[in-house]
């Protein structure tokens, strides 16, 4: 791909709360950049981008689909790589490993609801990848639109710095257009040729000194990011170019300092062809980004790759899915080289070299074969027989490098699950696998003391519609059990202990001896896991066997004491041990190490940690008294209550998860249907006695039916 290619080049994403109008939104720019003929609504269950059969008939967003369009803007064709995301808190890490990918982002809000609370979710996750945004206020023909409360909201709430782009012309049933206030232009869509046509006029009357406020303040936006810019402010606002202007609020997005904002209604086809012309002024290409960076896995330091061809290949699969006609199908951006139909990769992670044996760009579910996907680009691939989200593909071993992969939560709800009938075994386990390949949120376990398979998600929907997917696309009927929490153990003082193993069988024996202190890990310590300090001195355990107790531990704090669950993160500090010169190895060291966990952190009060859910409702004032009394009864700690905008209030609450099985129907029971409410995993809190004797006393039972 030529460097002006490049420059034409838009990989951008669409993100937000859920119903806020992404995928319509997204329907719309496939209808005018000529990628289908007729329009697809999500509420008749007919979005291209939705082509999951659970996506139709339940209207949301589950995976986030690809596709590839053109836009002519300015005399030049570019070139979109878009992805449109989930909106639905369960389905996060569909955004997350989304943005990880993608070069800019369009925001887009209902101009009724504002931010919401998944929009701050996604926000946050933009910012953790530092993905340029721009925002776009959808749903502007809603009784109750407002677009500058919206703007307003992103001040105060996201803490942006929004730059409005556009002044709406009418509101709710009355919204025609916007003024463009680069241009200074009015932009009136026709609505018999479903938004497809449009006149440019010039600023009715009654707006034009309101069209002029908001110039001056997006023109003084725009100066702050250009010093040149800043001194032909001061002395003659008016004599800034569109160019200079463009040029600035450019900058000013890259730079990850301001937000450019505009308006439309997606469904009644207002305001995209602007949205798009934005996203070609003002979101990067992927020159934009001079070079990306990574760790070379041999020698540990950073080296760099840049968006070229000639430069060596460097693609991070961030996305696998199955796909009935051509098997597993691996998504994946290159970040520099290029990765052609029947060439071989090197897997940095599996340290294996896979031939691909297909390339194809991606138009939603459909693959269009192609023979190269080059550098700044996005695609998918067949033939890899051992690959992960998050895996980095380079051209050979001679020049791996280690991109920075993504992390997901851990799952924070399980249930078992089982065939029907005993013929259907192989193919439960079959399908699982094949879906916990695709959704690193979805995992799949053995009951150790049960012998169930506990399968286990992100929420009760996020459940839902793997078993609704095990029954259409593996053709297996389940029957599943109770929804099981997740819980994870922590102990909560520090123990000094002395473990010494000793094994005499004929021949050569076993022996370890180890003294360790283990305790809860340092307050500065963030990373998780185990924290090991090796404090060994004068070659009382040889060097060789210290990762081995270090490896023992690790293996132990899979199973905690109480009721075998994981515990998160440990700290073990090794102070000294003895060894045996002939039956001492590195077995009996992990040996003495998963017996010093056991002994350890019974005796150091072990707690049981439940999930915590980030709670908001939005209810009628009327039944607020009784939303908040059932939220007390579910052990709810009830942090704070707004109004929004239409009168409602929103009720900010920390709920344990276990508590919130069938929440939503019980909600819509108190208030008559009214209310609504979205909920997202916040932290692990230990639980009370009593509540940890209950649990672990069901568990228990559950072990003797078996």
């Not at 009015?186 to 000194?209: R, S």
Request: glycine share 8%; charged share 25%.
């Amino acid at each position: 791909m030529a460097k002006q290619d490049l420059y034409l080049t838009r990989n951008f994403g669409i993100m937000a709360h859920i119903d806020a109008g992404k995928t319509t939104t997204s329907e719309r720019i496939l209808f005018y950049t000529g990628k289908t003929h007729k329009i697809g609504e999500v509420h008749e269950g007919a979005a291209t981008m939705d082509w999951m059969e659970q996506e139709q008939e339940r209207g949301i967003t589950i995976t986030s689909a690809a596709t590839t369009a053109y836009w002519n803007y300015n005399g030049n064709k570019y070139k979109f790589n878009l992805i449109d995301t989930p909106g639905h808190v369960d389905f996060t890490a569909e955004v997350e490993r989304s943005l990880r990918v993608l070069d800019g982002a369009v925001a887009a809000y209902c101009a009724v609801g504002g931010v919401e609370p998944q929009s701050e979710t996604v926000w946050r996750q933009a910012d953790k990848y530092n993905v340029p945004r721009m925002g776009y206020v959808n749903k502007m023909d809603r009784s109750g639109a407002d677009f500058f409360e919206v703007v307003r909201q992103m001040k105060e709430v996201l803490g942006a710095n929004p730059a409005v782009l556009a002044v709406p012309i009418g509101a709710e049933e009355n919204f025609k257009g916007i003024v463009d206030l680069i241009k200074m232009k009015a932009i009136l869509w026709h609505d018999e040729t479903m938004g497809a046509e449009y006149d440019i006029e010039d600023i009715p009357a009654d707006l034009v000194d309101e069209c002029n406020e908001w110039r001056n303040k997006l023109v003084e936006q725009a100066a702050e990011q250009d010093e040149a810019l800043m001194e032909k402010f001061f002395e003659d606002p008016d004599s800034i170019t569109e160019e200079e202007l463009i040029a600035a609020i450019r900058k000013g997005t890259l730079d990850l300092t301001l937000t450019p904002m505009t308006c439309g209604s997606s469904f009644k086809n207002k305001g995209v062809q602007t949205l798009l012309d934005y996203v070609c002024m003002f979101l990067p290409s992927p020159l934009d980004t001079p070079v990306i960076k990574g760790t070379n896995p041999e020698t540990g330091e950073e080296e760099d790759r840049t968006p070229s061809e000639d430069d060596h290949t460097a693609a991070l699969a961030f996305k696998i899915a199955t796909d009935p006609y051509v098997g597993r199908l691996t998504f994946f951006r290159v970040y520099s080289g290029k990765i052609e139909a029947g060439s071989y990769v090197y897997n940095v992670r599996s340290g294996k070299k896979e031939r691909v044996s297909r390339i194809f760009q991606m138009h939603s579910n459909h693959q269009n074969p192609v023979e190269v996907i080059s550098a700044g680009d996005i695609g998918a691939g067949v033939g890899f027989k051992d690959i992960r989200t998050g895996d980095t593909l380079v051209d050979d071993d001679a020049h791996p490098l280690q991109l920075e992969s993504m992390d997901f939560p851990d799952p924070v709800i399980g249930i078992a699950v089982e065939p029907k009938t005993q013929k259907d075994l192989d193919k439960l386990s079959n399908g699982l696998a094949k879906l916990a390949e695709e959704d690193p949120t979805f995992t799949v376990k053995t009951d150790e003391q049960t012998g169930q398979t506990v399968i286990s998600g992100m929420g009760e929907l996020h459940l839902d519609i793997i078993i609704d997917r095990l029954k259409r696309e593996f053709k297996v009927e389940c029957n599943q059990g109770k929804p099981q929490v997740n819980y994870k153990e922590a102990i909560t003082t520090t123990v000094n202990h002395r473990e010494v193993y000793k094994k005499q069988s004929g021949g050569r024996g076993k022996f370890a001896d180890i003294i360790v202190n283990v305790g809860p890990v340092d307050e500065d310590y963030k990373e998780g896991g185990l924290q090991f300090i090796n404090s060994v001195t004068g070659g009382n355990i040889p060097k060789e066997f210290i990762p081995s107790v270090q490896k023992g531990f690790e293996a132990a704090m899979k199973n905690g004491v109480l009721g075998g669950f994981p515990m998160d993160s440990l700290k073990v500090e090794l102070q000294d041990g003895s060894f045996h010169p002939v039956d001492s190895d590195q077995l009996s060291f992990e040996l003495a190490a998963q017996m010093a966990y056991k002994a350890c952190c019974a005796k150091a009060k072990p707690v049981l940690m439940e999930p915590i859910m980030k709670l908001e409702v939005v209810t009628p004032e009327e039944n607020m008294g009784d939303v908040i009394g059932d939220l007390n009864k579910r052990r709810g700690q009830v942090e704070g209550m707004d109004t929004t905008r239409s009168g409602a209030r929103l009720v900010k609450a920390m709920v344990p998860l276990a508590e919130m099985f069938g929440y939503v129907t019980a909600l819509r029971t108190i208030t008559s249907g009214r209310a609504t409410s979205s909920m997202t995993y916040d932290h692990h809190a230990p639980v009370s006695s009593s509540i940890a004797k209950a649990v672990l006393e069901e568990i228990k039972g559950r072990v003797d039916l078996v």
